[in-house]
Nanobody
Framework: QVQLVESGGGLVQAGGSLRLSCAVSGRTSGSYGMAWFRQAPGKEREFVSTISWSGGSTYYADSMKGRVTISRDNAKNTVYLQMNGLKPEDTAVYYC????????????????WGQGTQVTVSS
């Protein structure tokens, strides 16, 4: 089992920044790809970004390219999502995810989910 705990969400004004963190624990010896997804009210959960086990490969949703950066620190078992230039439409619950099929770009490929952290962007 792998446990994922997100933090760093909150309320921010449009144009602001947030850095989300995901603490990974449990059976982390596996080479999991890590990802962030988000889900807005009334909408399906959607892919935001993913990073390979080594951190050498990253992918971003078109809607987030240029505004977010995913990174991981395997020594600290932590994955980060730096978000800049936030817009009201970025308001959602952001979920950390781990998957053994890389890249983790679909919810169906996720083996483990975190509980989510709320990001609210005011206009």
């Amino acid at each position: 089992q792998v446990q994922l705990v997100e933090s760093g969400g909150g309320l921010v004004q449009a144009g602001g920044s947030l850095r989300l963190s995901c603490a990974v624990s449990g059976r982390t010896s596996g080479s999991y790809g890590m990802a962030w997804f988000r889900q807005a009210p009334g909408k399906e959960r959607e892919f935001v970004s993913t990073i390979s086990w080594s951190g050498g490969s990253t992918y971003y949703a078109d809607s987030m390219k240029g505004r977010v950066t995913i990174s991981r620190d395997n020594a600290k078992n932590t994955v980060y999502l730096q978000m800049n230039g936030l817009k009201p439409e970025d308001t959602a619950v952001y979920y950390c995810a781990a998957g053994s099929t890389i890249p983790v770009m679909k919810a169906s490929l996720v083996n483990y989910w975190g509980q989510g952290t709320q990001v609210t962007v005011s206009s």
